[in-house]
């Protein structure tokens, strides 16, 4: 007979981490435990991004990015308020260089207002001017609430959180395999020495990001049919000079990528006052290649260029890479947030997260308070 435990948790980036989090918050003397592949927590997508926290105007209407990112910007705000966890509500101005591209962020306005996202503004030149006068924009959509954070603090807190409320954290645990069994699900996992086993559980929740199509898969699901196959993209950054980094106050966003396979080469800070340029979009074929391409500066510097006119090649130097785990394949439509009680496959208590990225960071409340309902029943 298998060891038990009530709930196994799959990946502890910042969604595996809120889910813990709200779980063992919410239910009642449960076990749970969090496996994860890495020696600590968050060693893939959660720390390797740009640590916005997003206000929610890209996503399409009705969309679970949408909902979920909306609903998840205060709720951060309010956890990093409670927990001390450092953050600057900067704002974000996503901008027209040209007079062609003020029809495409009004479009992104409107979405916006449809989305219920508070604080947003369109800018004329003198606005723009007065908040940002080194950049070169014709007009410019503002974000109030948009901001950026320490995604490192924030999944400490969210791992104490959890082991506070008796969370098991099982680092250097790898998954290796899943089957369905007669009390819910069989988990077998190297563990950290090397040695493979195997333990029970009722309820099995994947947050494994990059890796988030492998527990479908073992599962008897077709990801490729169902939508769930992980297309890794590839972001690479470019960080800016701090001299000139002192240039800019708030957050600057082109115009996003056509079909948001990316939101364009922007421009972000740090807490530390550094800026930041990336990431640009690469599909491939490895899930963790976090080398930048000195190449690539060049295509940087032009797209910087287009509306930062005092960037010059010497400020930019190659910063660091992230991987996307998108399910949107390269010439495919705009893909959702995928978040499943896969009840109708018959697949009762597994919960199936699947192509978390961009606003994940933002939602990841937000999608906890959602997991917690599927728990429930709700």
């Known amino acids: 007979m298998l060891e038990h435990v009530d709930m196994i948790i799959v990946g502890a980036g910042v969604v595996?981490?809120?889910?813990?989090?709200?779980?063992?918050?919410?239910?009642?003397?449960?076990?749970?435990m969090l496996m994860e592949r890495h020696?600590?927590?968050?060693?893939?997508t959660s720390s390797r991004n740009s640590e916005v926290i997003h206000a929610g105007m890209y996503y399409p209407p009705g969309s679970l990015k949408a909902k979920l990112c909306v609903e998840g910007n205060p709720l951060l705000y309010e956890f990093c308020d409670l927990h001390h966890v450092p953050y600057q509500r900067l704002g974000k101005m996503i901008i027209a260089r040209e007079e062609s591209e003020i029809s495409a962020i009004e479009g992104i306005y409107r979405q916006?207002?449809?989305n219920g996202v508070p604080g947003l503004k369109m800018l004329n030149r003198s606005e723009i001017e007065a908040l940002e006068p080194n950049i070169t924009a014709v007009a410019a959509l503002f974000s109030s609430t948009t901001g950026i954070i320490d995604s490192h603090k924030l999944m400490a807190q969210l791992e104490r959180s959890a082991i506070a409320d008796g969370v098991m954290m099982a680092y250097m645990h790898k998954v290796t395999g899943v089957a369905r069994s007669s009390t819910g699900y069989e988990v077998k996992f190297l563990g950290p020495d090397g040695r493979e086993d195997e333990l029970a559980c009722t309820w099995l929740i994947n947050c494994a990001g990059l890796y988030?199509?492998?527990?479908?898969?073992?599962?008897?699901?077709?990801?490729?049919?169902?939508?769930?196959?992980?297309?890794?993209?590839?972001?690479?950054?470019?960080?800016?000079?701090?001299?000139?980094?002192?240039?800019?106050?708030?957050?600057?966003y082109p115009p996003p990528?056509?079909?948001?396979?990316?939101?364009?080469?922007?421009?972000?800070?740090?807490?530390?006052?550094?800026?930041?340029?990336?990431?640009?979009?690469?599909y491939v074929e490895e899930r963790e290649d976090?080398?930048?391409?000195?190449?690539?500066?060049?295509?940087f510097y032009q797209a910087a260029r287009s509306y930062l006119p005092f960037i010059e090649k010497t400020d930019?130097?190659?910063?660091?890479?992230?991987?996307?785990?998108?399910?949107?394949?390269?010439?495919?439509?705009?893909?959702?947030?995928v978040i499943r009680h896969e009840t109708e496959r018959g697949l009762t208590g597994f919960i199936n997260l699947v192509?978390?990225?961009?606003?994940?960071?933002?939602?990841?409340?937000?999608?906890?308070?959602?997991?917690?309902?599927?728990?429930?029943?709700?």
């Open 16 to 32: 595996g981490l809120a889910v813990a989090a709200e779980l063992s918050r919410k239910l009642e003397n449960p076990e749970i």
């Open 212 to 252: 988030s199509d492998f527990i479908p898969a073992q599962l008897g699901i077709d990801v490729a049919e169902a939508g769930y196959k992980i297309y890794p993209v590839k972001g690479e950054y470019f960080s800016v000079a701090m001299a000139k980094s002192k240039l800019i106050s708030h957050l600057i």
């Open 257 to 282: 990528l056509k079909s948001l396979k990316g939101l364009g080469t922007h421009i972000t800070k740090s807490l530390d006052g550094r800026a930041r340029l990336g990431p640009n979009v690469q």
């Open 112 to 114: 916006g207002t449809d």
């Open 290 to 299: 976090y080398d930048v391409d000195p190449n690539h500066l060049e295509e």
């Open 355 to 378: 192509g978390i990225e961009s606003p994940g960071l933002t939602s990841c409340l937000s999608i906890a308070k959602m997991v917690g309902r599927m728990v429930d029943g709700n």
């Open 39 to 44: 020696p600590k927590f968050g060693q893939d």
């Open 316 to 337: 930019l130097q190659s910063d660091m890479a992230g991987m996307r785990p998108k399910i949107q394949a390269p010439d495919g439509p705009v893909a959702d947030f």
